[in-house]
């Protein structure tokens, strides 16, 4: 009896084992079908960003982007900066884009966004308590008419670096406002009471609208100077642009570095951090790495130079994403927007990389953080250095243009690159060769290009045609 039981068992086994044997796969494949089906359907969108430690960060914490977004995912195009600003420039004219993010700045951004190449910032991304957390002076940057273009990643304006130690040792200070000429003074004195061992001042003198221009024109403003008069007249031939260059190339020729018309941000960073250099004028952004070097408990902070005026004396700048007009993907490429310029994602990088890593200058929290602030003793003087930088009102002399180191006019990176291998050539004329400079007839050369440049922009912006 045992026996047949145990037979009949083994009948009905043997039986619906085979059906059992081939579900079970079968069930597996249907539990795995809404994650292929997730991950097929995913729609993917590819960013445009340059080669640098902060959006290689980016990359790295994006997958929890997508952890969060199953339905999206992303692609990168990683180049460098040069390469950036072409491929997007072309792209930005095409009816679709190859790029659903662009990495851009300042300049661009209200520019093509008047042109409409690019798609305005999303209503509901500008809810009254989501805007009180930008910096306003970085965010309106990337406005134009009543419309945002993108949202900033990171912002700068520029400070003064010094090393308070050499300074003490000689029983000399620099206010918190100093003037140009407070900065040539104590360069004056450390020279001589330390036998030309000391007194050495660091400033951009590699040619470039994003170089030695920086420097230049927050300068010119500060001498009271602009680009063009109110009817788009250059005036670089008028005395405050005399006054700024001959200053400039005066104050580098005493007490400037040796070659310094080859050296741009990137060098004279590493000049002062070598010690090279006792007084330093640069951008904010330079903060972190000044905080990472043996000199850090050494170093003392004042805002940029004035002159006869403080307006436009510190300069604005931001890196910001935007979406092309040409994506066909634009609601998810603006979600990835809004979580790379969120708190949250500031979160993530100091949780993953420390707090010296967060990108600055675009969000009040970061400023609130307690531990951004014991880690960043320049924390205060950035954030007042960027909220007095006036975007709309450089000069005490009316302008028909906004920005301070730059103007948002398509043809002033031509202007600027020109202007910037004049003032280039003209310090390693005084440095190098030991020529005198005849300013007023190269301030005349310069100014006529500028009114070249801008006549012919305008004329093709008449007939409907891109600049630049």
């Avoid at 007490?255 to 050296?263: F, K, R, S, T, V």
């Avoid at 060769?433 to 801008?454: C, I, P, T």
Wanted: charged content about 25%; hydrophobic content about 40%.
């Amino acid at each position: 009896m045992n026996h047949l039981r145990h037979s009949i068992s083994s009948y009905r086994w043997g039986r619906f084992l085979p059906p059992l044997v081939f579900l079970i796969p079968i069930l597996f494949l249907i539990l795995l079908i809404p994650a292929i089906s997730a991950r097929t359907l995913a729609v993917e969108i590819v960013v445009a960003t340059v080669d640098n430690a902060d959006m290689l960060n980016m990359k790295k914490l994006s997958s929890r982007f997508e952890e969060q977004n199953k339905d999206i995912r992303i692609r990168w195009k990683i180049v460098d900066e040069s390469v950036l600003r072409l491929m997007q420039a072309n792209d930005s004219k095409q009816g679709k884009s190859q790029y659903d993010v662009y990495t851009l700045g300042l300049f661009e951004a209200p520019i093509w966004g008047s042109k409409g190449r690019l798609s305005p910032v999303p209503d509901n991304f500008q809810s009254s308590k989501e805007l009180t957390n930008w910096i306003p002076e970085i965010l309106d940057g990337f406005k134009y008419g009543d419309n945002y273009y993108a949202l900033p990643y990171y912002g700068e304006s520029s400070i003064t670096y010094y090393r308070k130690d050499v300074l003490e040792q000689y029983d000399l200070q620099i206010p918190m406002q100093p003037t140009w000429r407070d900065i040539e003074g104590t360069l004056e004195v450390l020279s001589r009471v330390s036998g030309g061992k000391k007194g050495k001042l660091c400033l951009r003198g590699k040619p470039g609208w994003g170089e030695n221009i920086v420097i230049l024109a927050t300068m010119v403003n500060g001498f009271g100077g602009r680009w063009f008069d109110e009817d788009w007249q250059a005036v670089l031939t008028e005395k405050p642009w005399h006054d700024a260059i001959d200053f400039y190339l005066s104050v580098m020729e005493k007490y400037g570095l040796e070659q310094a018309w080859n050296n741009g941000y990137s060098e004279n960073l590493q000049a002062f951090l070598n010690g090279q250099c006792d007084i330093w004028v640069d951008s904010t952004a330079a903060g972190g790495a000044v905080a990472s070097g043996e000199i850090y408990p050494n170093v003392g902070y004042a805002s940029a130079p004035m002159q006869i005026t403080d307006k436009g004396t510190n300069w604005l700048w931001s890196w910001g994403f935007a979406v092309p007009k040409g994506s066909t993907k634009k609601e998810a490429a603006w979600r990835f927007v809004k979580w790379a310029t969120s708190d949250d994602y500031h979160q993530l990088v100091e949780t993953h990389y420390g707090i010296a890593q967060v990108p600055p200058g675009t969000r009040y929290t970061l400023y609130r953080n307690p531990s951004y602030r014991e880690y960043a003793r320049f924390a205060d003087i950035t954030l007042e250095a960027i909220e007095s930088a006036d975007f709309d009102a450089p000069s005490v002399k009316p302008v028909p243009y906004r920005g301070i180191q730059f103007i948002q006019v398509e043809e002033f990176q031509q202007i600027g690159n020109f202007v910037g291998k004049k003032l280039s050539e003209m310090l390693k004329q005084a440095l190098d060769d030991g020529e005198s400079v005849n300013l007023d007839r190269e301030l005349k050369r310069m100014s006529e290009f500028v009114q070249a440049s801008h006549n012919i922009a305008e004329r093709l912006r008449q007939k409907g045609l891109d600049a630049y």
